[in-house]
């Protein structure tokens, strides 16, 4: 019996060697899983198995909802903006912009209205007041839908729209919405509402989407009201019930052409979530008026991409600022791409700012972010500790350009997750967020780097595991 336990660990060590040597995409990531599958026999290659095999090259690509998606594209392509920095403002956005469009094939529209809204109340009463106004569709999808006061409203609210004939549809994640299921799922299908699950954890595709999740929160009503950013439906949003008291967020509410691009995001998952190619018609699509002067793309990622197009995004906005970099978000692990270059920004002369929580969900986070500052503040970067927990997604240049979404700082966000941001072109949005940016970090915690630097060495030791552990966060 021994002999064979032994043969089976060589057996399974050795494969899982072979596949980091042959299909490992970057070698830091890559001396990680060697180091964690030498040291832990068999758990390090179980490991490995479920969170680290790069499976864009295996099955997850083949999966039929895939193919469907890629089908999607194919069938109806979405409208090719010609000339599109002609009307740009500032101009320099046009290479940001081509990147994302040849990166994630979305292009950038003119003529929109943007609502930026700063916390869970404001955005729940605006999604629901644009569920009330519903004449034909209501398309809802969140990573997170979680028993309590807004589930309870939603159900309300859908009851009622679905009785005047207004169609609903439900798309989730089966991992972070794992609490709606049984009753609380039957709940919504009862009253008619169309609800299916990202990837659920089922025998025979567990092993290849456990580790992929959709991280997406998008509501799109009528095809004409599109909301995007960081808040799940769960109560933390508007009552502080955790331990890290009321969850801070920020989202949009967009209006005008590029609605389009938000919905075509939410029918390419639902026909992946489905199976049901219901939506591929164009009245879901509809055309959609100039309502404002913000020029917004939509950025969207994920394990099914030909590119990791958030990391993309984050580096080419980082390497077109001139003058100031702001940064917001729960989970800055960044690897040594975006390390690199916020480095460079800061060393030449670039102002780059930092606001993350002081508190945090995951510990294995919070000292995986921790083990990234005293480098950053070495080469001048400014670092403010939130004391409460902000969930916000943001990165904003020169005052000029915003990005707001789902996608954070972290190897998941760039490879296991679907993300999707929404890039503003509008200095006027920019100067919105700004404010708002600036008098959190008067109220924050900045960080003193010769302070930071003498701190104490157990908790570097905790932060170096972090950082060697970031590729299973």
């Not at 021994?2 to 043969?7: S, T, W």
């Not at 990234?372 to 997604?393: C, W």
């Not at 941001?421 to 404010?435: E, F, L, R, S």
Request: glycine residues 6%; positive net charge.
């Amino acid at each position: 019996m021994e002999k064979i336990l032994i043969l089976l660990y060589a057996l399974i060590t050795l494969w899982a060697l072979f596949s980091i040597i042959m299909h490992g995409t970057r070698p830091s990531h890559s001396l990680s899983w060697v180091f964690t599958v030498l040291v832990f026999p068999f758990l390090g290659p179980m490991l490995y198995y479920l969170f680290g095999v790069n499976r864009r090259k295996f099955k997850f690509n083949r999966l039929r909802g895939n193919l469907k998606r890629k089908l999607y594209d194919e069938t109806y392509p979405e409208s090719q903006v010609k000339d599109f920095g002609t009307r740009f403002n500032p101009k320099r956005g046009v290479k940001l912009a081509t990147l994302i469009k040849n990166s994630a094939q979305f292009y950038p529209y003119t003529g929109n209205r943007v609502m930026v809204l700063n916390t869970g109340k404001e955005t729940f009463d605006q999604i629901f007041k644009a569920i009330k106004g519903a004449k034909k569709f209501i398309h809802v999808q969140y990573y997170i839908f979680e028993e309590g006061e807004l589930l309870d409203q939603f159900h309300q609210l859908f009851k009622e729209k679905i009785k005047e004939g207004v169609e609903v549809r439900i798309i989730y994640d089966s991992l972070g919405s794992h609490s709606f299921r049984g009753k609380l799922k039957k709940r919504f299908r009862n009253i008619g509402a169309r609800t299916y699950p990202m990837m659920p954890l089922r025998l025979g595709t567990f092993m290849y989407t456990l580790n992929y999740r959709n991280h997406r929160k998008i509501v799109v009503v009528d095809g004409k009201v599109g909301f995007v950013g960081g808040v799940n439906v769960s109560d933390k949003y508007i009552k502080p019930i955790s331990e890290l008291g009321l969850w801070a967020d920020l989202h949009l509410q967009l209006e005008g052409p590029v609605v389009s691009s938000l919905h075509r995001i939410f029918i390419k998952d639902y026909y992946f979530a489905s199976k049901k190619s219901v939506l591929l018609r164009p009245k879901y699509l509809p055309e959609l008026p100039e309502l404002g002067n913000s020029i917004v793309q939509m950025v969207a990622s994920g394990p099914d991409s030909r590119e990791p197009t958030i990391l993309q995004q984050y580096v080419g906005m980082i390497n077109l600022a001139k003058k100031r970099i702001c940064i917001a978000n729960p989970y800055f692990i960044p690897g040594n791409t975006l390390l690199q270059a916020i480095e460079i920004a800061a060393l030449s002369g670039i102002e780059v700012v930092l606001l993350v929580p002081e508190k945090s969900d995951s510990l294995l986070a919070k000292y995986g972010m921790y083990g990234a500052f005293e480098k950053l503040m070495s080469v001048g970067v400014k670092i403010y500790l939130r004391d409460d927990f902000s969930h916000s997604k943001v990165i904003m240049i020169d005052d000029q350009i915003v990005s707001v979404g789902t996608g954070n700082f972290d190897y998941r966000s760039f490879e296991h997750n679907f993300e999707c941001n929404a890039i503003i072109y509008d200095p006027q949005v920019a100067k919105v967020i700004k404010q708002e940016f600036i008098q959190e970090c008067k109220e924050a915690i900045s960080l003193d780097y010769e302070i930071f630097r003498k701190r104490a060495m157990g908790q570097k030791f905790l932060e170096g595991l972090a950082r060697f552990l970031s590729p299973l966060l």
